[in-house]
């Protein structure tokens, strides 16, 4: 069964840094897209980040510049680095994945994780 589990959030005050991964694991043909979006309480869920199996990148315009996504292949991980935070920052971080699992790997299926809270104080 495949899972994806995120870690790396909690709180911290407003100009500080955190960095958020996200594990896939299970029996998995390939991974094609990883990306991180987020919920605010009350809003609808978000884009973030996401990068290719390639390595290409793209980012929502209102983290630009101050957060950065990368991925290890080999290990089926992606990572947010997130820095000077600001407390509109606050909101559950989900990790996405868009990949083939073994048991099927003519398809493509979108996973999410639980999610992780990040948390800015002003």
């Known amino acids: 069964q495949v899972q994806l589990v995120e870690s790396g959030g909690g709180l911290v005050q407003a100009g500080g840094s955190l960095r958020l991964s996200c594990a896939a694991s299970?029996?998995?043909?390939?991974?094609?897209?990883m990306g991180w979006y987020r919920q605010a309480p009350g809003k609808q869920r978000e884009l973030v980040a996401t990068i290719t199996s390639g390595g290409s990148t793209n980012y929502a315009d209102s983290v630009k510049g101050r957060y950065t996504i990368s991925r290890d292949n080999a290990k089926k991980r992606v990572y947010l680095q997130m820095n000077s935070l600001k407390p509109e920052d606050t909101a559950v971080y989900y990790c996405?994945?868009?990949?083939?699992?073994?048991?099927?790997?003519?398809?493509?299926?979108?996973?999410w994780g639980q999610g992780t809270q990040v948390t800015v104080s002003s």
């Open positions: 996405n994945a868009d990949l083939s699992p073994s048991s099927d790997y003519d398809a493509k299926y979108d996973y």
């Open positions: 299970g029996s998995i043909f390939s991974i094609n897209t």
